[in-house]
């Protein structure tokens, strides 16, 4: 009959195993649990167990887990056991200590030789019982539980019996931890277009009559151009570059340059109201003529006063 008992629930197992060893929340582990048996059971006073067994659950959602254990008593070989339990664990799963009631039925398999059961070789029981678990790594757990057992065949229907339960389960697959989304980045700006700058030149060109340092009327309009970008740009200068023809002295034709560019600032400064130290002036000669100095068209392009402005301005949409 033991023989038989073992094999059937042998059988189970394996049949547990292979249809939930691939399920999240599987684990399995040994177990120790002291009974204390109803007098009534036994021929006179009582009777002690301590069986040692091995347990094989599901876990679901790590709230709740259906276990089935088998067992053997370790000393005095009187008695063996197979249990089906139904696990609900309370409180938040963050806890250190987890508590717990356990629902079940057992099954007590009573040696046949043994002289202590009045009432035959098997009884099944109703059980219930609070306990603690506690998650010792991500794999391991500790679980302790009390638990009484009601006899609910065989007769004695009055029997009730106690039990202090201890295991120690592996998870091969432990609930996986809760992941909280990060939310979502702000999205990025938008590129701000960089502007369109361009850059820009004003010349002035001022020439002379022969032999003269007089700045004529014509050239008002190069005058109030240079003026104008002055005013909007007040972080620029101007140098003014005073240059003769060949004719005359080296001497003289240094100073007459000199006097035509000084010229020209002096329109600058008491015509359009430029300020004298934004304004220098320098004097070439005749030394870097433009034109053939042989001819009266060429002579007359060399007496000149030259000035140039370069400023940059964002262009509007």
Not at 12 to 26: I, K, V
Not at 127 to 148: C, N, P, Q, T, Y
Not at 242 to 269: E, M, P
Request: glycine letters at 10%; a negative charge.
């Amino acid at each position: 009959m033991r023989k038989k008992m073992i094999g059937m629930i042998g059988a189970s197992l394996l049949a547990t195993t292979l249809t939930a060893g691939a399920n999240e929340g599987l684990y399995m582990g040994p177990s120790i649990t002291g009974y204390y048996l109803d007098s009534d059971r036994v021929i006179s006073g009582h009777h002690d167990a301590v069986v040692g067994g091995i347990n094989l659950g599901y876990r679901f959602f790590n709230d709740w887990a259906l276990e089935l254990g088998v067992g053997r008593e370790i000393s005095g070989d009187d008695m063996d056991v197979a249990k089906l339990d139904y696990i609900r664990w309370f409180g938040d799963d963050s806890a250190s200590w987890r508590p717990y009631f356990v629902l079940g039925v057992s099954y007590f398999d009573l040696d046949e030789d043994s002289n202590l059961w009045p009432d035959g070789q098997y009884t099944h029981q109703a059980s219930a019982g609070l306990g603690l678990s506690k998650m010792l790594s991500d794999h391991w757990e500790f679980r302790s539980d009390v638990r009484i057992l009601h006899k609910i065949r065989e007769g004695q229907k009055g029997v009730n019996d106690g039990a202090l339960n201890l295991a120690i389960n592996y998870y091969f697959n432990p609930p996986a931890p809760v992941v909280v989304a990060a939310p979502a980045p702000a999205p990025a700006p938008a590129p701000i277009a960089e502007p369109e700058v361009r850059t820009i030149t004003v010349r002035l060109n001022v020439e002379f009559e022969f032999d003269k340092a007089v700045v004529r009327a014509i050239y008002g309009d190069e005058l109030q151009a240079i003026a104008n970008a002055m005013k909007v740009h007040d972080d620029i200068e101007l140098v003014l570059e005073g240059h003769t023809d060949s004719r005359g002295s080296d001497q003289y034709n240094q100073s007459l340059s000199d006097r035509r560019a000084a010229a020209v600032k002096a329109k600058l400064i008491e015509m359009y109201g430029i300020a004298p130290n934004r304004v220098s002036t320098v004097g070439y000669g005749e030394s870097r003529p433009i034109a053939d100095n042989n001819t009266d068209e060429g002579r007359a392009r060399n007496r000149r006063v030259i000035g140039e402005l370069t400023y940059t301005e964002v262009v509007a949409d």
